[in-house]
T-cell receptor, first 113, second 116 residues
Framework: DAKTTQPPSMDCAEGRAANLPCNHS???????VYWYRQIHSQGPQYIIH???NNETNEMASLIITEDRKSSTLILPHATLRDTAVYYC??????????????FGKGTRLSVIA | GAVVSQHPSWVICKSGTSVKIECRSL??????MFWYRQFPKQSLMLMAT?????????EQGVEKDKFLINHASLTLSTLTVTSAHPEDSSFYIC????????????FGSGTQLSVL
């Protein structure tokens, strides 16, 4: 079973920041937080991942709370092409990272013009 | 980033026939690949873990004799759906880990299987 909780759906106006929350209150010390998204009829696309510190890349920012029990994915300027299902997943990383990603139901983000 | 190529993108077959789906890691070696399937409006469900040079590990409820997995090289894993039936119609997706870099998993573009 997925170890994360996400809202089933969210709307965001085009050009505004999209903030997608995720709860992972049972996360272990060696588990990373991963974010993927899936656009209709395509394979999931990697967005970002982190362990403790906040992370930023060209796609998004990941904010992890100090107790690591929750996180927020931020898309700074959402576009219509960001409409997708976003999955927050916790997974053991590092040298023991041969475990699969277990997907929950994710958040369906709709970016509205 | 690393690229995982999956082929074919879609396939239509008659009931009772077998279908092979290929998953290749194009610019990295993948000792482990994962196979998922996804029914309409549902999330991805892990079917099996494919390890190069050894037998695949199947999730509970997945028939190993029906979904044959072969991982003969570090860049290729195949999933064969044997004696396909309409209930096997689904979106099949493979994933591979780039073991040389950060702990990321990359996904193929998926294969839509329709069994008539």
């Amino acid at each position: 079973d997925a170890k994360t909780t996400q809202p089933p759906s969210m709307d965001c106006a085009e050009g505004r920041a999209a903030n997608l929350p995720c709860n992972h209150s049972t996360i272990s010390g060696n588990e990373y937080v991963y974010w993927y998204r899936q656009i209709h009829s395509q394979g999931p696309q990697y967005i970002i991942h982190g362990l403790k510190n906040n992370e930023t890349n060209e796609m998004a920012s990941l904010i992890i709370t100090e107790d690591r029990k929750s996180s927020t994915l931020i898309l700074p300027h959402a576009t219509l092409r960001d409409t997708a299902v976003y999955y927050c997943i916790v997974r053991v990383g590092g040298v023991r990272g041969n475990t699969p990603l277990v997907f929950g139901k994710g958040t369906r983000l709709s970016v509205i013009a | 980033g690393a690229v995982v190529s999956q082929h074919p993108s879609w396939v239509i077959c008659k009931s009772g026939t077998s279908v092979k789906i290929e998953c290749r890691s194009l610019d990295f070696q993948a000792t482990t690949m994962f196979w998922y399937r996804q029914f309409p409006k549902q999330s991805l469900m892990l079917m099996a873990t494919s390890n190069e040079g050894s037998k695949a590990t199947y999730e509970q409820g997945v028939e190993k004799d029906k979904f044959l997995i072969n991982h003969a090289s570090l860049t290729l894993s195949t999933l064969t759906v044997t004696s396909a039936h309409p209930e096997d119609s689904s979106f099949y997706i493979c994933s591979a880990r780039d073991g040389t870099g950060p702990e990321k998993l990359f996904f193929g573009s998926g294969t839509q299987l329709s069994v008539l």
